[in-house]
C-alpha cells in the first residue's frame, strides 16, 4: 500500500501555530481512529507525540494536538519554538497492510 | 526508564542474510518486557518510515508488512530481553536504518494491529550492495 500523503514541508514563525495534514482512505484513518503522529529531528529516532488520533502520551506533548475528518488526519503545533524544527509523519492502521506511515513533513521555523 | 539497543546492521550483498537484534532495558516486573508486543520499523535513506513487523509479547502472534513477508522473521527472547529479526533474500530495497520500538497493541475489526511505537531504540544500518 503507498503511503499516507502528508505536504512535504511547512513553516512558521515562533510563536505561531502550524497544521500539518495526513491524508489516506477508506481502507486506513477513514476506517478507524487508529492515527498515531512522530516527530524526527534529524540523525534521531522518532519518538510518539499522540495516538488514538488525539491521545497525548505525555506532558511534553502538551503543544501538539490531533484531529480527523474523514480521511484527512491533522497535527497542530501551538506556540512554535525553534525545537520544533524536525520532520513529522503519521501513521494509521490499515485494513490493507496493517500499518501505513505518510510520507513525512519537514517543519521549519523562520 | 525503557530503552532499547539494536545491533546487526552491516553491509550484505543481494541475497545475502542477516540477523538484527534489539536488547531491552528498563521494564519494571509489573511491566516486564514480556508483557509488550515489539515491532521492527524500518527508513531507507532519505525516506519515510516502514512497519516491517511486528509480534505479541508471546511471540506466538507475528505480523509483517507485505514486502518482507516470506523473507524476515521476527521472533523474541523474553528470558533475555532481546527481539529479533532475522532477514533472507535481502534486496537492495531493503537497505536502511532498522528501528525497534515497543508496541501499543490494537484490534479493529478483530484485526491486531501496532496502535503506537514509543519509545524507539537508536536504530542499526543495514546496506544491501554488491
Known amino acids: 500500500q503507498s503511503a499516507l500523503t502528508q505536504p512535504a514541508s511547512v513553516s512558521g514563525s515562533p510563536g505561531q501555530s502550524i497544521t500539518i495534514s495526513c491524508t489516506g482512505s477508506n481502507s486506513d484513518i477513514g476506517d478507524s481512529d487508529f492515527v498515531s503522529w512522530y516527530q524526527q529531528h534529524p540523525g534521531k529516532a522518532p519518538k510518539l507525540l499522540l495516538y488514538g488520533v488525539r491521545e497525548r502520551p505525555s506532558r511534553d506533548s502538551d503543544r501538539f494536538s490531533g484531529s480527523k475528518s474523514g480521511n484527512t488526519a491533522s497535527l497542530t503545533i501551538s506556540g512554535l519554538r525553534a525545537e520544533d524544527e524536525a520532520d513529522y509523519y503519521c501513521?494509521?492502521?490499515?485494513?490493507?497492510?496493517?500499518?501505513?506511515f505518510g510520507t513525512g513533513t519537514k517543519v521549519t521555523v523562520l | 526508564e525503557v530503552q532499547l539497543l539494536e545491533s546487526g546492521g552491516n553491509l550484505v550483498q543481494p541475497g545475502g542474510s542477516l540477523r538484527l537484534s534489539c536488547t531491552a532495558s528498563g521494564f519494571t516486573s509489573d511491566f516486564p518486557f514480556s508483557s509488550f508486543a515489539m515491532s521492527w520499523v524500518r527508513q531507507a535513506p532519505g525516506r519515510e518510515l516502514e512497519w516491517v513487523s511486528s509480534?505479541?509479547?508471546?511471540?506466538?502472534?507475528?505480523f509483517y508488512a507485505d514486502s518482507v513477508r516470506g523473507r524476515f522473521t521476527i521472533s523474541r527472547d523474553n528470558t533475555e530481553n532481546t527481539l529479533y529479526l532475522h532477514m533472507t533474500s535481502l534486496r537492495a530495497a531493503d537497505t536502511g536504518v532498522y528501528y525497534c520500538a515497543r508496541t501499543g497493541e490494537g484490534v479493529h475489526y478483530s484485526r491486531w494491529f501496532p496502535n503506537w511505537f514509543e519509545p524507539w531504540g537508536q536504530g542499526t544500518l543495514v546496506t544491501v550492495s554488491s
Open positions: 509480534l505479541n509479547g508471546r511471540g506466538a502472534r507475528t
Open positions: 501513521c494509521s492502521f490499515s485494513s490493507k497492510s496493517t500499518s501505513v
